[in-house]
């Protein structure tokens, strides 16, 4: 998610962004200096530490907008805007473009607190023998933390990761393990799902 903002006096135009760590650090431009390089590694390993301890975590990052870029940007930002069919995709090729060539400004991690009852509730579940899988957007450090914090899953629950790259790998591999599944036991055993 970026913004566009423009300094009131001197009339400069900077876009900020933040997002995951993925799609942030996919987007910033070649690192002009060891400094830079540095800072990079170092707010990786900060987000992280604090993904394993179940925070919520971002990448924040900016860029100078020059006028003409700014200008060709709304151009096609309007375009696309009108546009009967694929209109979501188009838009979101157009602000794609112009959050390339990023600078990092740091990360955050942010705790993201259950609500109440919530590992009572998922272990009425499991008592009913109600299987309960997790499926998340999250860093994979920030899904077990949670899913352990929640009481989805114990510590000694048998955990399989599935990490795939495009769709029909993961419906292919999800079939895989579905059926595997009909002939596990599942239940208080609790093979548990994460990606």
Same mark, same amino acid.
């Not at 993201?112 to 579940?125: I, R």
């Not at 002939?183 to 055993?189: D, E, H, I, L, Y």
């Given at each position: 998610?970026?913004?566009?903002?423009?300094?009131?006096?001197?009339?400069?135009?900077?876009?900020?962004?933040?997002?995951?760590?993925?799609?942030?650090?996919?987007?910033?431009?070649?690192?002009?200096?060891?400094?830079?390089?540095?800072?990079?590694?170092?707010?990786?390993?900060?987000?992280?530490?604090?993904?394993?301890?179940?925070?919520?975590?971002?990448?924040?990052?900016?860029?100078?907008?020059?006028?003409?870029?700014?200008?060709?940007?709304?151009?096609?930002?309007?375009?696309?805007?009108?546009?009967?069919?694929?209109?979501?995709?188009?838009? @979101?090729? /157009?602000? *794609?473009?112009?959050?390339?060539? +990023?600078? !990092?400004?740091? #990360?955050?991690?942010? $705790?993201?607190?259950?609500?109440?009852?919530?590992?009572?509730?998922?272990?009425?579940?499991?008592?009913?023998?109600?299987?309960?899988?997790?499926?998340?957007?999250?860093?994979?450090?920030?899904?077990?933390?949670?899913?352990?914090? @929640?009481? /989805?899953? *114990?510590?000694?629950?048998?955990? +399989?990761? !599935?990490?795939? #790259?495009?769709?029909? $790998?993961?419906?292919?591999?999800?079939?895989?393990?579905?059926?595997?599944?009909?002939?596990?036991?599942?239940?208080?055993?609790?093979?548990?799902?994460?990606?």
């Amino acid at each position: 998610m970026s913004i566009i903002v423009i300094h009131p006096r001197t009339m400069e135009m900077v876009l900020y962004t933040k997002g995951a760590d993925g799609a942030v650090f996919g987007r910033l431009r070649k690192a002009a200096s060891k400094e830079e390089e540095d800072m990079r590694t170092v707010t990786l390993d900060h987000i992280n530490s604090f993904a394993k301890k179940g925070l919520r975590t971002l990448a924040v990052a900016y860029k100078p907008v020059e006028q003409a870029e700014y200008n060709q940007f709304i151009s096609k930002f309007r375009e696309a805007s009108t546009l009967l069919e694929g209109r979501a995709e188009a838009i @979101s090729r /157009v602000c *794609s473009s112009i959050e390339q060539g +990023l600078i !990092l400004l740091g #990360g955050t991690g942010v $705790e993201d607190k259950l609500q109440e009852a919530v590992p009572e509730v998922l272990s009425s579940f499991r008592r009913a023998g109600i299987v309960v899988w997790v499926l998340t957007g999250d860093k994979q450090e920030t899904a077990v933390s949670i899913g352990y914090s @929640s009481g /989805v899953y *114990s510590r000694d629950a048998r955990l +399989l990761n !599935l990490r795939t #790259g495009s769709l029909a $790998e993961t419906r292919d591999r999800l079939n895989q393990l579905l059926e595997c599944s009909a002939t596990v036991q599942v239940g208080f055993s609790q093979t548990v799902l994460r990606w």
